[in-house]
C-alpha cells in the first residue's frame, strides 16, 4: 500500500466508550494517524457530518450502534486518506446517512483515491465500484469489472435453483394454501427463459379451507437479488377483502411487458391475513431468466448496461411546436 489508510471496520472500533463523542473524534483521529491540529481545523465538519451534535459530550458507551457509526465514518472519511478500507459497517445506519455515506465514498474515489469497499449488498457495490474482487475461503476467484464479477458471484444462487414449478402437499390446518404453481409463456407452456418482449405469466393453484376476511395472496418478484415489485391479489379486486370463500382457485397472472431487463428473476409468494397473519410464505420458490434473444441493435434502451433495475416503456407525446 502506498498513502495514508483510513479504515472503518467495526462498530466502535478504535473508540473507548468511557470516552465522549468529543474526545473520540480526537482519539480514533490519532489512531488513524491525524495529527491534532488537523483535527482541529475538520472538527466542525466532522461534527456537522456525523449528526451527533446534540451528544457529543455524552460517553459513546451511550451510543447506539448507528450513532456511533456515523461518528466513526465522519472521523474516518475527513482523514482524507489516499485508501479508505470500508467493511460492511455501513447496514447499521439509516437510510440517509447511507445515502450520504456512499456519496461521500464516491467523491474520495473521484478525487483519485482508493475506495475498498467489503460488502454483500449487491446494489451498493454496484453503484460505487468500477473494479470487483470476489473471494471465497480467504482465496481470490476472481478479479475484474463489477458487473462481471457480480454476475459470476450470482450466478451458482439463481442457476442452481432451476425451478420453474412446484408442488406442496396439502395441509388443512393452513387456512389459506397454495397447492401448486409454475412460470409459463404466452402459449401456456412451462419455461424458464424468456426474450425480453416474451410474454411471461405464473400461474398458480391455492386452497381456502373456511370464508375468511381480510385475506391475502400476493407474490414478491426479484432481479438479480434486488427487489423489483409486490403484488396483491386484492389490488384491482378489494371485494374480496370482505369474504374469500371457501374451495380451490386456479389464478393466472400476466407479468407487464416489455418492462423486465436481462437478469435472474425470481418469485416468492405470500398468503395470510392483511398486516397481520402469515399463513405460508414460499421463499423464491420458482425463477426464471430474461435474456436478450432478439437484434440487440433494435434493444439498446433493454440492455443490462442501462441504469436501473427495470426498463420503463412509456409513451412520449411530442409536438412540434416550432412551426417549421
Given at each position: 500500500?502506498?498513502?495514508?489508510?483510513g479504515?472503518?471496520?467495526?462498530?466502535g472500533?478504535?473508540?473507548?466508550?468511557?470516552?465522549?463523542?468529543r474526545?473520540?473524534?480526537?482519539?480514533?483521529?490519532?489512531?488513524?494517524?491525524?495529527?491534532?491540529?488537523?483535527?482541529?481545523e475538520?472538527?466542525?465538519?466532522?461534527v456537522?457530518?456525523?449528526?451527533?451534535?446534540?451528544?457529543l459530550?455524552?460517553?459513546?458507551?451511550?451510543?447506539?450502534?448507528?450513532?456511533?457509526?456515523?461518528?466513526?465514518?465522519?472521523?474516518?472519511?475527513?482523514?482524507?486518506?489516499?485508501?479508505?478500507l470500508?467493511?460492511?459497517?455501513?447496514?447499521?445506519?439509516?437510510?440517509?446517512?447511507?445515502?450520504k455515506c456512499?456519496?461521500k465514498?464516491?467523491?474520495?474515489?473521484?478525487?483519485?483515491?482508493?475506495?475498498?469497499?467489503?460488502?454483500?449488498?449487491?446494489?451498493?457495490?454496484?453503484?460505487?465500484?468500477?473494479n470487483?474482487?470476489?473471494?471465497?475461503?480467504?482465496?481470490?476467484?476472481?478479479?475484474?469489472?463489477?458487473?462481471?464479477?457480480v454476475d459470476?458471484?450470482?450466478?451458482p444462487?439463481?442457476?442452481?435453483?432451476?425451478n420453474v414449478?412446484?408442488?406442496?402437499?396439502?395441509?388443512?390446518?393452513?387456512?389459506?394454501?397454495?397447492?401448486?404453481?409454475?412460470v409459463i409463456?404466452k402459449?401456456?407452456?412451462?419455461?424458464?427463459?424468456?426474450?425480453?418482449?416474451?410474454?411471461v405469466?405464473?400461474?398458480?393453484?391455492?386452497?381456502?379451507?373456511?370464508?375468511?376476511?381480510?385475506?391475502?395472496?400476493?407474490f414478491?418478484?426479484?432481479r438479480?437479488?434486488?427487489?423489483?415489485?409486490l403484488?396483491?391479489?386484492?389490488?384491482?379486486?378489494?371485494s374480496?377483502?370482505?369474504?374469500?370463500?371457501?374451495?380451490?382457485?386456479?389464478?393466472?397472472?400476466?407479468?407487464?411487458?416489455?418492462?423486465?431487463?436481462?437478469?435472474?428473476?425470481?418469485?416468492?409468494?405470500?398468503t395470510?391475513?392483511?398486516?397481520?397473519?402469515?399463513?405460508q410464505?414460499?421463499?423464491?420458490?420458482?425463477?426464471?431468466?430474461?435474456?436478450?434473444?432478439?437484434?440487440?441493435?433494435?434493444?439498446?434502451?433493454?440492455?443490462?448496461?442501462?441504469?436501473?433495475?427495470?426498463?420503463?416503456?412509456v409513451?412520449?407525446?411530442?409536438?412540434?411546436?416550432?412551426?417549421?
Open positions: 500500500m502506498r498513502g495514508r489508510v479504515s472503518l471496520l467495526e462498530v472500533t478504535g473508540f473507548h466508550p468511557e470516552l465522549t463523542g474526545e473520540n473524534i480526537y482519539f480514533n483521529g490519532s489512531i488513524l494517524g491525524m495529527k491534532k491540529r488537523e483535527i482541529d475538520k472538527f466542525d465538519e466532522i456537522k457530518f456525523s449528526g451527533v451534535e446534540k451528544f459530550d455524552t460517553p459513546v458507551k451511550r451510543y447506539s450502534s448507528g450513532m456511533q457509526v456515523r461518528l466513526a465514518f465522519s472521523v474516518a472519511a475527513h482523514l482524507e486518506p489516499e485508501i479508505l470500508v467493511d460492511e459497517v455501513l447496514a447499521v445506519g439509516d437510510a440517509a446517512f447511507q445515502k456512499l456519496g465514498m464516491g467523491e474520495v474515489a473521484k478525487e483519485g483515491r482508493t475506495v475498498l469497499f467489503v460488502s454483500h449488498q449487491i446494489d451498493m457495490i454496484k453503484s460505487l465500484c468500477r470487483c474482487m470476489l473471494l471465497s475461503e480467504g482465496n481470490i476467484i476472481s478479479i475484474g469489472e463489477v458487473n462481471e464479477v459470476q458471484y450470482m450466478n444462487i439463481f442457476y442452481g435453483n432451476d414449478s412446484f408442488n406442496v402437499r396439502e395441509n388443512k390446518n393452513i387456512d389459506l394454501q397454495i397447492l401448486e404453481g409454475r409463456s402459449s401456456e407452456e412451462i419455461c424458464g427463459i424468456f426474450d425480453v418482449f416474451d410474454i405469466k405464473l400461474e398458480i393453484t391455492y386452497v381456502v379451507q373456511k370464508p375468511l376476511i381480510g385475506s391475502v395472496v400476493n414478491e418478484i426479484r438479480n437479488g434486488s427487489l423489483v415489485a403484488s396483491f391479489d386484492t389490488d384491482l379486486n378489494n374480496i377483502l370482505e369474504l374469500r370463500n371457501p374451495g380451490i382457485y386456479h389464478c393466472i397472472i400476466t407479468l407487464p411487458h416489455p418492462l423486465f431487463k436481462p437478469g435472474h428473476y425470481t418469485i416468492t409468494f405470500n395470510g391475513i392483511i398486516n397481520s397473519t402469515t399463513f410464505r414460499l421463499e423464491e420458490i420458482i425463477c426464471f431468466e430474461i435474456q436478450l434473444l432478439s437484434q440487440p441493435s433494435s434493444l439498446l434502451s433493454y440492455a443490462d448496461k442501462r441504469p436501473g433495475i427495470i426498463a420503463l416503456p409513451p412520449w407525446e411530442v409536438k412540434n411546436i416550432s412551426g417549421v
